[in-house]
């Protein structure tokens, strides 16, 4: 499960896609690719998300609730599903977050010793 | 899982947008139109894929998979009505009856019982192993000691059955009624649902009176009225106050099998531990860690000190019983054969239904084989069979369900009394969690048993060989002709088994019914008219009120004679110690007893029970009269063998006692008063008017009417019930039944069990007969070529018949052989339900086999004619 470099985008590590879309969503509803743009645009491009891999986990978010969708209208007037943040999904993004930042510092603390010492 | 229930072209019209979106995006940077569609196909990746993985993480495809099947299955089975009537029918009536018969062994047998630790809980009786009595009541002096010093009891309860006659508000009325210490439902473990329960000072005789009542009492006399606590209630004439009630599903736990169902609880026991007259049953709870047979040993211990400063108790010893074992009684080893008679039936309607489906999976080799060659694995085949299977046994099981409850209802009325006191649910049937959760198992398994093996036999078609016999009417391999060659040959041979227990059980009964019970039952009603209070305190004052009655109902018209007698001459009299004075000081422990049976002049004349010797009771045997008595043949030949017993003296209770001398004026015939399956006891009748002598002994209380026989019964009740009334309107009238009615009690079990065990095994009979049938009219039409070429080149058609027949005798006389087998070995476990006939009787066994030859060689003559009328020609033609 390592990132790896294909290019010079970062393919999502597994499971950060959640974390990614509720994040997404709480400036507001947004439908699926407006939130795959918003990704791509706020990592600074950095971030590779592959559109198709989106719906599955939208879905997934919206079977536990986090998540809610309704067909809407987009800006440019097409029809489009739109997904909003639920009182759930709020809950589950604090966790989520402490979750990664708890990650994160703890592989940063590991890889700064083994640098040390290497 | 499927709250949204979002269909996939929901989900195609988002991805379509999202693709939409792109493009726009794409465009706006500069790209033509279908650059940016591809560009922006790209990036979504692979658009199919993903609505696959949509719809997979949704689950849908095992449900599509499985609903698929299910539809498929329904519509082959709409195909074929014939085969799925046939099919339902058979396993509804196979789980239908395991049903019904699974919930009355789990009513008696397995339901837990509703009081805490009821593992702990024993009752406490007494036995006496050097003279071979049982289950006799307790003294004070063994409840103490045992309770004080064998360490084995947490705490003891004691109780003795009464009848409380209830006046004041309302019509008089008797109930069974029970004399309970106050630590009786702290034993039990069970709280009152209003009010509470007694307190121990309440065990002193001078303490106030105080009651309990039953649900059903206080519903049924005291309109559920909770205001009824604290106040007071007639009881025997005396005044009690009520303080508690129990709730709806208390009263009968703890009861025997055989007692009556307590209405109340009165308290007032008092023990004394120099009291060792036998007044009480107790009921136990041991230490944790102490079990049955340890307590056992650990209060004979005790006894075998007491004995020694209390003769009287010689020889005596705690007998120790489960509450389990006490409450199920003797319908155990009925039930424990039930349970497996209809096992074998669910059985053979299980092989029966496999032979049924390999019949059908021949005819449907080519489905399978096209199906097979267009790439359904054998997995997917054996899925859809077994989906279809599923269906019919579900279909089968909740028609079964149904005859369940049906047939809880019908044997709930063949049901001996006794085991409805022990299983008031009976009636109630399959609707009880555990039974339903049961039945569903059944389904289950038998969905497996009968399904597995004919759909892994068909999931394996022989590809090439079947599609190229397409047209031929299929084929079928001979291991699938073997198979159900095995499977009809098993069947007989548990519907052999089946046969033979229900041959034994009818012979039972028809042995139990030709017993002459030493009376005629026919045209006599009963009644039980207990006197009791003030008013008949004096014995003169009862003897008086039973000769008006009589002489009053004696005159109604179709009534040929009336007498009284205390207790019914089936499994209700009461034994009492006598001496002869022959020998009038018998040592302890061989103190003679009889039956002791209150009687008024007219008894043997009404009950037709002959008098061998001397005379019958007459008027002037009263308290004026010389002391007399009649004893039955029975005691003369125990006591007197070989001598005259006119004239000989006999006096009632333990040796030494002040009782008067009787003299023996006759000798009475002997009736089976316990029932047609126990022997004879030795009985004494003494005349009512001459009661009582002994302290303790109670006064006639069944009157006793014999009608000629055109007299209607209903009218007659009326009629005796408004002389009674008459003489004395507080007098209670209860248990009204007619002398048929009792004596059919005793032997309520032996009719119950062989009349499920008939249509058990007549169940068994008919499938047996079908699988055998089916088995030969398949290979008759499968053969229809071959018979066609025998016939033409000359056969005669009784050969062919000889051909077809015996084929099917082949099979049932191997399933005959294996059944007979298999009942030598099994019928044993029935010994205890017979009567008069052996576990390997030769006529049964004998009729069963002439019973199951004629059903086979009928079974096979129909597909013999069909083979017999075959045209050669056309036969020749045919494939």
Partial sequence: MSTQETGERLELLQGTLDLLILRTLIFGSQHGQGIARAIQQTSEEDLLVEHGALYPALQRLEDRGWISAKWGTSATNRK?????????????????????????????????????EG | ??????????????????????????????????????????????????????????????????????????????????????????????IGATTAIFSAVYAVLLKPLPFRDAGRLVFVEKKNPPRGWIRNPISPTEILAWREQSGAFEDLAVYTQSTCVLTGAGEAEEDPCEVASSNLFHVLGAAPLFGRTFSPDEDQPDAPHVAILSYGLWRRRFGENPGRIGRAIEINHTSYTIVGVMPANFSHLYGTP????????????????????????????????????????????????????????????????????????DTRPALVVLMGAVMFVLLIACANMANLLLARGASRATEFAVRNALGAGEGRIVRQLLTESLLITLAGGILGVL??????????????????????????????????????????????????????????????????????????????????????????????????????????????SRVN????????????????????????????????????????????????????????????????????????????????????????????????????????????????????????????????????????????????????????????????????HAETYVPDAQYPWLAGLLGPEHLLVRMSARAMPEGLIRAVVRDVHRLDAGVPVADILTMEQVVREPIAQQRMVMALMVSFAGLALILSALGTYSVLSYSIAQRTREIGMRMALGAQRGSVLRLVVGGGVRLAVLGIALGIAAALALTRLMTELLFGVGATDPMTFAVVTVVLVASSLAASYIPARRAINVDPIVALRHE
């Fill in chain 1, 80 to 116: 489009a599903r739109f997904y909003s943040l639920t009182a759930a999904g709020r809950k589950q993004l604090v966790k989520e977050t402490a979750k990664w930042e708890r990650l994160a510092t703890a592989i940063g603390r590991i890889l700064a010793r083994q640098a040390e």
């Fill in chain 2, 1 to 94: 899982m499927f709250r949204w229930r979002r269909k996939a072209s929901d989900f195609g019209a988002e991805t379509e947008a999202h693709i939409q979106l792109e493009m726009e995006r794409l465009q706006e940077s500069g790209l033509t139109a279908d650059e940016a569609r591809a560009a922006a196909r790209r990036a979504f990746g692979n658009v199919t894929q993903a609505e696959e993985r949509f719809y997979e993480a949704r689950r849908w495809l095992w449900w599509d998979g499985l609903w698929q099947d299910v539809r498929f299955g329904l519509r082959m089975l709409a195909k074929t009505p014939g085969f799925t009537a046939v099919a339902v029918l058979t396993l509804a009536l196979g």
């Fill in chain 2, 258 to 329: 055989y007692g009556t169902i307590p209405a109340l609880w009165v308290g007032g026991i008092a023990l004394s531990a120099e009291h060792t007259w036998n007044d009480y049953f107790g009921i136990g709870r041991l230490k944790p860690g102490i079990g049955l047979r340890q307590a056992e040993a650990r209060t004979a211990q005790v006894s075998a000190r007491i004995e020694r400063e209390h003769p009287d108790l010689k020889g005596w010893r705690a007998e120790m019983l489960s509450i389990r074992a006490v409450v199920s009684g």
């Fill in chain 2, 403 to 512: 005859l369940a409850s049906w047939g809880c209802q019908g044997m709930a009325a063949l049901a001996p009394r006794y085991l409805l006191n022990s299983a008031p649910g009976l009636a109630g049937g399959a609707a009880d969690f555990n039974v339903l959760a049961f039945a569903l198992c059944t389904i289950l398994a038998t969905t497996f048993l009968f399904g597995l093996a004919p759909a892994l036999q068909n999931s394996r078609p022989d590809l090439t060989g079947t599609l190229k016999e397409t047209g031929r009417g299929g084929g079928q391999s001979p291991r699938s002709r073997r198979l159900r060659s095995v499977l009809v040959v098993s069947e007989i041979a548990l519907a052999t088994v089946l046969l033979v227990g229900a041959g034994l059980m009818v012979r039972t009964l028809a042995r139990l």
């Fill in chain 2, 517 to 680: 019970l030493g009376f005629d039952p026919a045209h006599i009603l009963t009644l039980r008219v207990p006197l009791s209070g003030e008013r008949y305190k004096p014995p003169q004052a009862q003897a008086e009120f039973w000769d008006h009655a009589i002489a009053a109902i004696e005159t109604l018209p179709g009534v040929e004679s009336a007498s009284v007698s205390r207790g019914l001459p089936v499994g209700d009299w009461a034994g009492q110690f006598f001496t002869t004075a022959d020998d009038p000081n018998p040592p302890a422990g061989h103190v003679p007893d009889a039956n002791y049976i209150v009687v008024s002049p007219d008894y043997f004349r009404t009950l037709q029970i002959p008098l061998r010797r001397g005379r019958s009771f007459n008027a002037r045997d009263t308290q004026t009269g010389a002391r007399v008595a009649i004893v039955n043949e029975e005691l003369a030949r125990l006591y007197w063998p070989g001598r005259d017993p006119l004239g000989k003296q006999i006096r009632l209770g333990a040796p030494g006692g002040t009782e008067p001398w009787l003299t023996v004026v006759g000798v009475a015939g002997n009736v089976h008063s316990q029932g047609p399956d126990e022997g004879f």
